[in-house]
């Protein structure tokens, strides 16, 4: 029997909602089809929004949607994506499959989305190829109230009232498809684009710079020292970095590529696990420089781009990046979450690529159907722990896999919502094995209790045959004896448990 403890006395930080962040892109199948179909299609939608797909958003609470990129935003013209939908310009996605983007999709059509999903808007700014001007009027443009060439061009299009955008992305992978930048370059870059995206009237934004590829300590260092704001002025200049990106994707490659999505072994399966545990280590060695400029911790970890990351599906697009999504994709999701929680001290949001048909995502469509897949059902699990209180919580493990690719084989997350309901989320990633857990709460007596579980082979899907073959279950075989808990977790799994005081 293995111990869990969680102790109800011993706080952490609050798990910033946007922890639970979601990102789409103008890649694929995501934003057109995926989500946008337009008024006229025969698929049920409003103002042209997927119907299907916003309220399974709705579902999970989805917090906060980072739009247009991405790569995409580096080459994203906003201008060409407002007024009259068919006078809009066509362009080439040239990174994207080298598609035509004809701009149906735009600023209007976004902030639509997010109203319905009920979300904040968390835009990605072009700073690779668009100019100061351009970025500064895009702010003005939804977030100015009074009279000005832009406000009075979005009142043109419709749009009377401002919006508001607290979250502004000053680039997207500025070392890479965002301009090649070095981050010395890309530090300057950053304070001079950043002084025009104006705070108007009561709209705060919080800025979030480019930040590392991975484990980039270099880049890290280079934009705390430079960039963060933790020390006020510099040389009577203000500027600000609320937030500071990563972007990691679990992508277990090897001479073979990246391998099939659904198709894979155990070996890859464990490779997988390990490097989406990996997650734990850049967090930890990117908060200790941070922590060096900003021990106060104001600057944010904005994790905003993570996922599995596969081949494309055979017989797809491979500009596309359609991946199937398994049960291998639950864990990785639920490993993930749980250190993104336990690390809310530092990471003040997080955006898993992507919602819709690209990478790891949480819904699939196909004409008129849409499925929901394992990670989505990870994400309704974990939702209670938004703005949750982080709770001390430990379980004893072992190490399992073969020797390349060992990982502990239980992980854990505790948190309290306001309500004083404590959210247990666990992962048994054993293959074989079903755990028999002893759970003691020290700090809070436990009256009732409620689990879920998700549940299958590592391989297990849903699929437009059979779209829900893996599915949320209730799960009642918990015993409560004197506050303390047992059960069973299956192998293979994720769980949900309540604990009511
Ligand atoms: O999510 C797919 C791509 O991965 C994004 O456009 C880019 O930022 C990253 O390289």
């Not at 999903?117 to 700014?125: D, E, L, M, Y």
């Not at 919006?163 to 001079?192: I, S």
């Not at 990670?375 to 309704?380: E, L, N």
């Amino acid at each position: 029997m293995r111990k869990l403890v969680i102790n109800a006395e011993k706080k952490g930080e609050k798990i910033n909602k946007n922890i639970y962040g979601h990102f789409a892109e103008h890649l694929g199948r995501c934003i057109y089809e995926g989500i946008f179909v337009g008024e006229d299609s025969p698929i049920p939608n409003v103002k042209g929004m997927r119907t299907d797909v916003v309220e399974a958003l709705r579902q999970i609470k989805v917090p906060v949607l980072r739009w247009p990129g991405g790569c995409f935003a580096d080459e994203y013209h906003w201008m060409d994506g407002i007024g009259p939908q068919s006078e809009r310009k066509r362009m080439i996605n040239t990174h994207w499959g080298g598609v035509v983007e004809d701009n149906s999709f735009g600023t209007h059509e976004f902030m639509e989305l997010c109203d319905q999903v009920g979300c904040a808007p968390f835009i990605s700014g072009n700073v690779g190829s668009g100019t100061v001007r351009e970025m500064g009027d895009w702010v003005e443009y939804m977030t100015f109230d009074g009279i000005s060439p832009m406000a009075d061009l979005r009142r043109a299009n419709g749009r009377e009232a401002p919006w508001n955008v607290p979250y502004f992305g000053v680039g997207n992978e500025n070392w890479g498809c965002g301009g090649n930048m070095c981050v010395e370059y890309y530090a300057g870059v950053y304070r001079h684009y950043q002084t025009y995206v104006r705070e108007y009237g009561d709209n705060k934004i919080a800025k979030i710079a480019c930040g590392a590829n991975v484990d980039d300590y270099h880049w890290t260092d280079v934009m705390m020292n430079r960039c963060h704001n933790a020390t006020g002025p510099i040389n009577g200049i203000t500027f600000r970095m609320d937030g500071l990106s990563l972007h990691y994707y679990t992508s277990p490659g090897g001479p073979e590529g990246r391998g099939s999505a659904a198709d894979f072994d155990m070996y890859k399966y464990f490779h997988t696990m390990r490097d989406a545990l990996r997650m734990d280590e850049l967090i930890r060695e990117h908060s200790r420089i941070m922590d060096r400029y900003d021990p106060e911790k104001k600057v944010g970890l904005v994790v905003d781009e993570w996922g599995t990351w596969f081949d494309v599906a055979e017989g797809t697009n491979p500009g596309f990046l359609y991946q199937q999504n398994t049960m291998r994709d639950a864990l990785v999701a639920a490993v993930t979450l749980n250190i993104f929680n336990s690390h809310c001290d530092r990471v003040s949001m997080a955006n898993l690529a992507q919602t819709v048909n690209v990478l790891q995502s949480v819904i699939l469509t196909q004409g008129e159907e849409m499925l929901l897949t394992p990670t989505y059902h990870v994400f309704d699990l974990y939702k209670g722990h938004q703005d949750g209180t982080l709770l001390e919580s430990s379980i004893e493990t072992q190490h399992i896999g073969p020797d390349e690719y060992t990982v502990p084989d239980l992980h854990l997350s505790a948190s309290q919502g306001a309500d004083d309901v404590i959210h247990v989320t666990l992962a048994n990633l054993s293959l074989d094995t079903a755990q028999s857990i002893c759970c003691q709460v020290e700090g809070q007596p436990v009256s009732s209790v409620q689990g879920r579980i998700l549940t299958g082979e590592m391989d297990a899907r849903n699929d437009f045959d059979d779209k829900d073959r893996i599915k949320l279950q209730t799960f009642v075989d918990i015993l409560v004896e004197d506050g303390v808990l047992q059960f069973e977790i299956p192998p293979c799994a994720v769980m949900e448990i309540k604990l009511n005081a």
